[in-house]
């Protein structure tokens, strides 16, 4: 059983036809996802509002599929709109940021103002990447320590990035660590296990832009201990989001 | 070996970063010492320019393998054409990672010039559309699903062009094995194309029976 807190849905710039809700139901049946949490594409490369808009009508086709509000701190005033018009929307399980592509640091003074917007543990999924990314989204974190902040890819794919999400994690609390990525170096997950124990790892796949495969084995062939997998896999994620 | 591994094609790293005739040496000496072990060569064109070093005996490898990425040189570069001649000579296949856009296309512009079969190794999402657009015209062109991880890339490929073009790679030990294999595993391919891409493939390309 899979709890997988980092996916997207809507079109990507690739060719792949797995987009709609029927073709990732599939995919969730076929790898064992049994609750799923996804920012809209749309929204994150192009149109914030017309992505959540999409993100809310996506969720409503499977009763396993959740999602983030997308927030883009470079535009704060229509970030606001989007937390009131989904802020309460059960279906919605937390906020998503990606600093790349709306070119706000995640301390910046905008990112600091949305956070005070939101409710006490809301989850934050940050797009992390790099040392400096890692410092950054740590030092957001210890802002809001009533916030719960998943460090998504765990700080990138580079080792240096990677190392500075566990040792970011292993400071800060109110951090996780989301394991997804292109390139996963096989000493990752053992590490960041032996670092800061497996309770603050989050599973998460980053479909529908990457297969689950490449999440899972990485868990499945980190050669931890069988409960420390089940957490990640799933324990982790199902007690923060409140899963049942 | 474990994993269910029959035989794996396989480099010493000695090769990759240090110098490739001791790292082909040692290679060799670990395909000796563990029979389901393939040698790859590796020619380093930062160094090699057509004159293969005395002891370089190239037939005694399954692949020609070069890592530009690691290197930092281009695919378009006078000393990596020398390196194709001497594949060329030696009947080897070529393996050779996507890098950024338009570098495939280089590649196979070159291989193709010599008529050497080549594997393109570490195609992601990013790159995907570019190995798509070449395979067509590229009979002996195969690629490696190492990163082959898109939701349906394997599936992509094995509808538009045929099992044929996949083979199975992991990168292990730098990598997670187990990724891969659960994506092959769970395409939604038929079981002989997934046995194509599991070995048939590969063993057709290096010569096993």
């Known amino acids: 059983m899979i709890i ?3 996916a997207h849905c809507g079109r990507w710039y690739f060719p792949s036809n797995v987009n709609g809700p029927e073709k990732v139901s599939v995919l969730c049946d076929l790898y064992g996802i049994r609750e799923i949490v996804f920012s809209s594409s749309l929204a994150i ?3 914030m509002a017309e992505g959540n808009l999409q993100t809310s009508s996506f969720i409503e086709e499977d009763e396993r599929f959740h999602g983030y509000i997308y927030l883009d701190p470079a535009d704060p005033a229509a970030s606001e709109i989007e937390i009131t018009r989904y802020g309460r929307n059960p279906s919605f ?6 600093p790349s592509y709306s070119g706000e640091q995640p301390d910046s003074q905008n990112t600091i103002g949305l956070m005070e917007e939101l409710g006490e543990k809301t ?3 940050i797009h992390t990447w790099g040392a400096d990314g890692v410092r950054r989204v740590c030092n957001l974190a210890s802002h809001f320590p009533d916030l719960q902040f998943i460090m998504g890819h765990m700080g990138g794919t580079d080792v240096g990035g990677w190392m500075a999400g566990i040792e970011g994690a292993r400071t800060t609390p109110n951090t996780y660590l989301e394991i997804c990525g292109s390139l996963l170096h096989r000493d990752r997950i053992a590490r960041a296990v032996k670092k800061i124990g497996s309770g603050r790892i989050l599973f998460g796949s980053d479909t529908t832009l990457i297969s689950p495969a490449w999440s899972i084995g990485q868990v499945t062939g980190s050669g931890i ?6 957490r990640i896999l799933h324990g982790n994620a199902a007690a923060l989001f409140g899963f049942g | 070996m474990a994993l269910g591994v029959e035989n794996c094609v396989s480099i010493s790293l000695r090769g ?3 110098d490739s005739l001791s790292g082909n040496e040692e290679t060799l000496g670990a395909s000796d010492e563990i029979p389901f072990i393939l040698p790859a060569a590796t020619l380093d064109p930062r160094k090699f320019y057509g004159r293969l070093e005395p002891g370089v005996e190239l037939e005694r490898f399954s692949v020609l393998r070069v890592f530009p990425d690691a290197q930092g040189w281009p695919f378009d570069f006078a000393p990596f054409y020398r390196v194709l001649e001497a594949a060329s000579r030696s009947g080897l296949p070529v393996m050779a990672p996507a890098m950024g856009h338009g570098s495939t296309t280089v590649l196979l512009r070159a291989t ?3 008529g050497i079969p080549v594997i393109v190794t570490s195609v992601n999402y990013s790159t995907l559309s570019e190995v798509l657009a070449l395979l ?8 490696c699903i190492d990163m082959l991880n898109t939701p349906d890339g394997i599936e992509l490929v094995c509808d538009e062009f045929g099992p044929e073009k996949l083979v199975f790679g992991s990168n292990f030990p730098t990598t997670y094995f187990q990724g891969p294999l659960l994506a092959v595993q769970k395409a939604q391919i038929s079981g002989g194309a997934r046995r194509k891409i599991l070995g048939e493939n590969a063993k057709k390309l290096v010569g096993i029976k």
């Open chain 2, 136 to 143: 067509p015209d590229h009979e002996d062109m195969k690629v």
């Open chain 1, 225 to 230: 201990s069988e409960a420390d997998k089940r």
């Open chain 1, 4 to 6: 997988d807190v980092h």
């Open chain 2, 112 to 114: 193709s010039k010599y």
């Open chain 2, 16 to 18: 990759v970063f240090y």
């Open chain 1, 123 to 125: 989850k934050v999924l």
């Open chain 1, 93 to 98: 399980v937390g906020v998503k940021m990606h």
């Open chain 1, 45 to 47: 490369l192009y149109d």
